[in-house]
Nanobody, 115 residues
Framework: QVQLVESGGGLVQAGGSLRLSCAAS????????MGWYRQVPGKQRELVAQ???????NYADSVKGRFTISRDNAKNTVYLEMNSLKPEDTAVYYC?????????WGKGTLVTVSS
């Protein structure tokens, strides 16, 4: 059974940093792509950052230069390093991975940025 488990969320002041982790129950190299999404109440879930199997990455314009997605294949873990956090980054952050055409999701981790 494929599971994705996020961790690392919490409360941080504006300008601070957090690192989110997403641990997979299977080899992350099996996923054609993995990404981080976020959602606030009343809004659609949006893509924050994505990493493709070959290593290419892409980011939402709102986080470019501040967030970095990376992976550790040996640990089957994908990370989201978030720097220079802003109150508007407050959201539930979800990890997602596409495996053989199926999208899998974690349960999310809450990030709250205070002003």
């Amino acid at each position: 059974q494929v599971q994705l488990v996020e961790s690392g969320g919490g409360l941080v002041q504006a300008g601070g940093s957090l690192r989110l982790s997403c641990a997979a129950s299977v080899s992350i190299f099996s996923f054609s792509r993995m990404g981080w999404y976020r959602q606030v109440p009343g809004k659609q879930r949006e893509l924050v950052a994505q990493i493709i199997r070959g290593g290419d990455t892409n980011y939402a314009d709102s986080v470019k230069g501040r967030f970095t997605i990376s992976r550790d294949n040996a640990k089957n873990t994908v990370y989201l390093e978030m720097n220079s956090l802003k109150p508007e980054d407050t959201a539930v952050y979800y990890c997602s991975g596409r495996l053989y055409g199926t999208d899998y999701w974690g349960k999310g981790t809450l990030v709250t940025v205070s002003s």
